[in-house]
């Protein structure tokens, strides 16, 4: 079977940082991506990982370790508005990407 | 970016009958997707559109309950058939692989809210 595990909710206080993890098992792997999505919103791209390593983009920055199935989104200086639901997602063939069930971010003041 | 609307927005029916989604990207597009996403939950693959052909539908979804049209490079339409209430959900419209942007981003349009009585 396939699988993307991420915890259900993680909260955190504006200004710090946080981390969310992911880990996969897919019969394929081209890359993961994460995906922020606020209430009533649609789903964002924010990042992709094709090779291992640090990705960084302003305060995000993703990881990937291949080896190990796993790969993180990391938030720093958080502000309110980063209050959303962060999907990882795994491009498990040139065309489909499976999602995770979503790692639900409150952010308290 | 790739900008991507859906129409209708919401729409309330009764069981039984179809309501057909609009997809329309404002550039051309090689890969189009229907996603169905229940409110707080992750968003499920319903089915690849493909142009000029029949649709590549995942496990669970067939083409008689979610017939898909991919006409040109830039429209779809997903029509939920004989709709009973665990039809309701939000479907969203997705796009990938277009002539702007990183090929790996994956667009999503704002999502069509049904709600089957």
Redo the contacts between chains.
């Keep these: 079977g396939q699988s993307l595990e991420q915890p259900s909710e993680v909260t955190a206080v504006e200004g710090a940082i946080v981390q969310i993890n992911c880990t996969y098992q897919t019969s394929g792997f081209y ?1 993961l ?1 994460w ?1 922020q999505q606020h209430d009533g ?5 924010l990042s ?1 990982n ?1 090779l291992d390593g640090l990705e960084e983009t302003g305060r995000f920055s993703s990881f990937l370790s291949r080896s190990d199935s796993y790969g993180y989104l990391l938030l720093q200086e958080l502000q309110m508005k980063d209050s959303a ?1 962060y ?1 990882c ?1 795994v ?1 498990s063939s040139a ?8 790692t ?1 971010l409150s952010i308290r003041p | 970016s790739a900008v991507i609307s859906q129409k209708p927005s919401r729409d309330i029916c009764q069981r039984g009958t179809s309501l057909t989604i609009q997809c329309q990207v404002d550039s051309q597009v090689t890969m189009m997707f229907w996603y169905r996403q229940q409110p707080g939950q992750s968003l499920t693959l319903i089915a690849t559109a493909n142009q000029g052909s029949e649709a590549t539908y995942e496990s669970g979804f067939v083409i008689d309950k979610f017939p898909i049209s991919r006409p040109n490079l830039t429209f779809s339409t997903l029509t939920v058939s004989n709709m009973s209430p665990e039809d309701s959900s939000i479907y969203l419209c997705s796009a990938r692989g277009g002539l702007r942007g990183v090929r790996e981003t994956q667009y999503f349009g704002p999502g069509t809210r049904l709600l089957v009585l």
């Excluded at chain 1, 065309?95 to 979503?102: C, E, P, T, V």
């Design positions: 890359g991506s995906y919103g649609a789903p964002t791209f992709y094709a639901s999907f997602a491009s065309s489909k990407i499976i999602f995770g069930s979503g639900r």
